[in-house]
Structures are given as C-alpha cells and as structure tokens.
C-alpha cells in the first residue's frame, strides 16, 4: 500500500508516541498511551505545585500539515476553560463597586421577557439562570454568520427558560456569553480588551487573547475533528462568534501557568473572589450544589478534587486541582473526539499517590 506525505508523517507520530508510552517516565507513559489510544495530532500537559511549575510538555504535533511539534508556548484554545476568566473579570468589576453579583441583569441589559425579572448576575456565572443554553439540542446561533451584541440579546430572550430561575443547576454557556456583554458595556472596551489590560498583562500572561481567525498568532496550533476519513481542519467560525465569553480565548502552557501562580497566591482579586470561582453554587431552596463558577466538586482517590474541562473548534481542554496538595493539572488537545479529562485525572493520580509514598 502507499502511503502519501501526509500519511507516513502520521504513522510516524503514532510509532514516536507507542514508544513514549512503553517509556519509563510514568507521566510520558500517560500521555502517549492517551495519544495513541485516542490518535490525538498534539497534547500540551502543565503540573504545577503551589503556584509552581513541575512540568510543562509538548507532545505530537500543533500543526499536522507543516509538522510543528507543541511547545510550551503553543496557543491552544481554552474552550469552556476561559469563563474563568469571564468570572473573575465580573468579580473584579464587583470589586471596584461596578456592579454587585444580586444586581438583576436587565439593570445592564435590555429589559429581558417575562420571567426572567429575577436572573442575577450571578445567576449568570453559577449555571443556575434557566435560561436557554446557547450549544443546547444543536446551535442556536449560525455560526457563520456575524451578530452584533444586541442580536446576540436577542437570539437569548427569543427562547423560553428551561426552569425556574435559582431551582436547578443546568450547564449553561449563554449565561457566560451574556455577562460578557455586562463586562463590555460597564467597561466601554471589547471584553478580550478588558480581559488583555485589567487581568492577562497584570499577571504575565503574554500571549493570552481573544481567538481571531484574521490576525497573525505566533505558535497558534491548529484545531482538527476525526472523520471517516482521517482528521480534517476544524469547521469555520464567524468573527463575532469567536470573541464571546463563554470561552474563546487562546492561551499557551506559559499563561496558563501564571494565571494558576495567581490563583495560588490570591493575586489580583481579593481572596474571596477567588474562593467565588468553585464555592458550590447554592440553590433557591438552600440547596448546595457540586458545582462552582468554573469548578466542579468531585472525589477522586479518595478525596475531594476541583475540576472543569472545555471543548471548541476542534480543541479539548481539562482541568485539575487538588486543594489538599497544592497540584493543578492542565492538559490541552487539539482535537474535537479527544478525553482531556481522563489523563488529566491519571496525571493528578499518580503524582498524588507518588507524593504519599
């Protein structure tokens, strides 16, 4: 059989990865067990240790076609990951006195439909609003088409809530795409630019932005979906689609690891602030939920664990942290079928029954 470019460069991928994961290093062995199970192009894993760097990895490849192997400073896509940073803008904003979590969101908004009176701001952030989710039962939105902000308003309050705000808890992205627009409009600047000024430069994050399709991004890794017939480039995505807060942003292992270096040292936003991203967020009936902001609540080796992963445009992310050791996991992928989450648990797994022996 003959085997084009493409296709020799791919089985030397796998063949690279196979003896990876037959390595001796527990970590790599992982990873390439992951990538060869999964036949994912690239993986950039960071460990971190109480606001310090253990690790930070490429394996594979961020860009198939040109073969650009992923380094430390390849920007992959957050996905859902980013709404933390969604959060902590709205925290920071409530901080200075801009607005208050309980304030109702038509105070910011055009006034919304009946029975949305009582959303919150922080109805919008803790997955907790009732209203319509924006990737639910397939897109509600084109993605291929431009929407200003107000269109964007108005695609939100065209659909019936789900629930009664405050009695469930229910995933939910355009609750983060509608704060975004808070933070636009309190701010006078495009939310990538308050994000970029008021959290990114302050903390050193460098290279963290907005994802743009049209700008030149050093090191940007390209995104890929597995197909009958082998990976293909990631679908298009318009402009305006591309820059809502829900999670479009692209950040490298090196943001990722001063923004964790912040989280760990209370940086920036006042400690409270901070605990506001993973506290469990309470119902209307007093119930408390597994889930924070931009964290859930799990047991994982017999204790609890802070966790949140994110999926777009042919990129997968996962987070983990571990309170009691002070460990975060982040591991990033640049495919759409690809299982962050499983590796980015066996990582923290092993580091932590490593560390108790």
Known sequence: MHLGPMSVRWVALLLLVAGVARGAEPIDGLVGAAMQRERVPGVALLVM?????????????????????????TMFQSGSLGKQFTAAAVLMLAERGKLALADRIGRYLPPPPPGWESITVRRLLDHTSGIHDSEEDGE??????????????????????DFVPGTRWKYNNMGYVLAGIIVTRLTGAPYGEFLGRELFRPLGMRTARVISDADIVPHRAAGYVRTPQGIRNQD???????????????????????????????ALLSPASWNALWERSVLSDGHRTEHGLCFDHLVLSGHEVLEFDGSWQGFRSAIERDPATGVTVVVLENLAEAEPVPLARAVLTRLDSAAAR
């Not at 109480?50 to 690790?55: A, D, H, I, L, Y």
């Not at 594979?60 to 992923?70: I, K, M, T």
């Not at 929407?147 to 308003?153: A, E, L, N």
């Not at 809502?244 to 001063?258: E, M, P, Q, V």
């Open 140 to 161: 509600v939105f084109d993605l291929r088409r431009e929407y200003s902000d107000d269109q964007i308003i108005e695609v939100a309050y065209s659909y019936p809530l």
């Open 236 to 266: 298009f995505v318009s402009a305006s689609l591309n820059a809502t807060a829900d999670g479009s942003l692209y950040l490298s292992l090196d943001d990722w690891a001063a923004w964790i270096a912040a989280m760990d040292r209370r």
């Open 49 to 73: 240790r109480s606001g310090q760097v253990v690790r930070a990895s490429g394996y594979g490849l961020a860009n198939v076609e040109h073969d650009v192997p992923v380094r430390r400073d």
